[in-house]
């Protein structure tokens, strides 16, 4: 059975109101295919049925697995290449040199799907800057969707993924093969802390950030979301520190102190007067 109309509607609600992800009609067809995988698993004929479950009961388990269904979780390892290039050439290098004997390092990946991104940066780190094993360096991932929050705390990976931009070498280097599965090793995984956070709503107090990745998940909110996101980036960006938006994403029209660099390798921001 499709979903209605009245259904719809209710269900891009919900959506918004929980995710802040809109969903225009022409999602229709979308919603439904990512939500059929939700009957089975949750024993019910269709997704109006779904719709029924959450209209009695809005804050069941059914409703967190919606958003999780719902949110587009594409990413892969070293993700558009440039981001990475200007953090190991420019932006680290840089950071370093400004912080002296203030050895500490925190980098956030704000919307990390399965990990693949801040993965990148752990690696990317343990290659390139021998010189920060001494430093206290912190790497955050956070996303709304709890399960993708456990895949990223689990750091296990399939063939398939790891084949989408990991280094044949980093893939030796960093991971331990366990039958079909890739798991990344305890020296990564131990420097992350991975949290359930929904950038849309109220955040919680967080650490200063040197720098922080915001890439590919503003896309999906209107504009005053973006920029309420925004500004509450920059109240946790460290004064020299960098942040990199997704390769479709920028702060035009949007209310921001964020002041754009052109890069060596890729656009990133930073706060004014730093
Ligand atoms: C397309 S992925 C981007 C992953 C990674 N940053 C990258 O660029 O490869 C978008 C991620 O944003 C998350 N997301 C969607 N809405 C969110 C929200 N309101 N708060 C936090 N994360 C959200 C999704 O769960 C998904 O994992």
Same mark, same amino acid.
């Given at each position: 059975?499709?979903?209605?109309?009245?259904?719809?509607?209710?269900?891009?609600?919900?959506?918004?109101?929980?995710?802040?992800?809109?969903?225009?009609?022409?999602?229709?067809?979308?919603?439904?295919?990512?939500?059929?995988?939700?009957?089975?698993? =949750?024993? $019910? +004929?269709?997704?109006? #049925?779904?719709?029924?479950?959450?209209? /009695? %009961?809005? &804050?069941? @388990? *059914?409703?967190? !697995?919606?958003?999780?269904?719902?949110?587009?979780?594409?990413?892969?390892?070293?993700?558009?290449?440039?981001?990475?290039?200007?953090?190991?050439?420019?932006?680290?290098?840089?950071?370093?040199?400004?912080?002296?004997?203030?050895?500490?390092?925190?980098?956030?990946?704000?919307?990390?799907?399965?990990?693949?991104?801040? =993965?990148? $940066? +752990?690696?990317?780190? #343990?290659?390139?800057?021998?010189?920060? /094993? %001494?430093? &206290?360096? @912190? *790497?955050?991932? !956070?996303?709304?969707?709890?399960?993708?929050?456990?895949?990223?705390?689990?750091?296990?990976?399939?063939?398939?993924?790891?084949?989408?931009?990991?280094?044949?070498?980093?893939?030796?280097?960093?991971?331990?093969?366990?039958?079909?599965?890739?798991?990344?090793?305890?020296?990564?995984?131990?420097?992350?802390?991975?949290?359930?956070?929904?950038?849309?709503?109220?955040?919680?107090?967080?650490?200063?950030?040197?720098?922080?990745?915001?890439?590919?998940?503003?896309?999906?909110?209107?504009?005053?979301?973006?920029?309420?996101?925004?500004?509450?980036?920059?109240?946790?960006?460290?004064?020299?520190?960098?942040?990199?938006?997704?390769?479709?994403?920028?702060?035009?029209?949007?209310?921001?102190?964020?002041?754009?660099?052109?890069?060596?390798?890729?656009?990133?921001?930073?706060?004014?007067?730093?």
């Amino acid at each position: 059975m499709t979903l209605n109309q009245a259904d719809f509607e209710y269900l891009a609600r919900f959506v918004l109101e929980n995710s802040a992800i809109s969903l225009g009609s022409d999602k229709m067809y979308l919603i439904e295919s990512r939500l059929a995988p939700l009957c089975r698993q =949750y024993g $019910v +004929a269709n997704v109006s #049925e779904i719709v029924a479950s959450i209209r /009695r %009961n809005p &804050n069941s @388990k *059914l409703s967190s !697995s919606i958003v999780d269904a719902v949110t587009t979780n594409e990413t892969y390892f070293f993700r558009d290449t440039k981001p990475f290039d200007e953090l190991t050439n420019e932006t680290l290098p840089r950071i370093i040199a400004k912080k002296g004997a203030r050895s500490s390092l925190n980098i956030w990946s704000a919307a990390c799907s399965s990990g693949q991104e801040i =993965y990148s $940066v +752990a690696m990317m780190i #343990e290659d390139n800057f021998p010189e920060l /094993r %001494n430093w &206290n360096v @912190k *790497l955050y991932a !956070s996303d709304i969707s709890n399960a993708m929050v456990e895949r990223t705390k689990a750091g296990v990976f399939n063939q398939l993924e790891v084949s989408r931009g990991l280094p044949t070498a980093s893939l030796i280097k960093h991971f331990n093969r366990k039958g079909e599965s890739f798991h990344v090793k305890e020296y990564l995984k131990g420097r992350l802390q991975v949290f359930p956070l929904n950038l849309a709503s109220s955040w919680p107090s967080l650490p200063s950030f040197d720098v922080i990745f915001l890439r590919n998940v503003l896309i999906y909110f209107d504009p005053l979301v973006k920029q309420q996101i925004l500004q509450r980036t920059e109240r946790v960006l460290n004064k020299d520190g960098a942040l990199f938006l997704g390769g479709s994403e920028s702060t035009l029209g949007l209310k921001t102190k964020l002041v754009r660099e052109t890069g060596k390798f890729c656009p990133w921001y930073r706060l004014p007067g730093s």
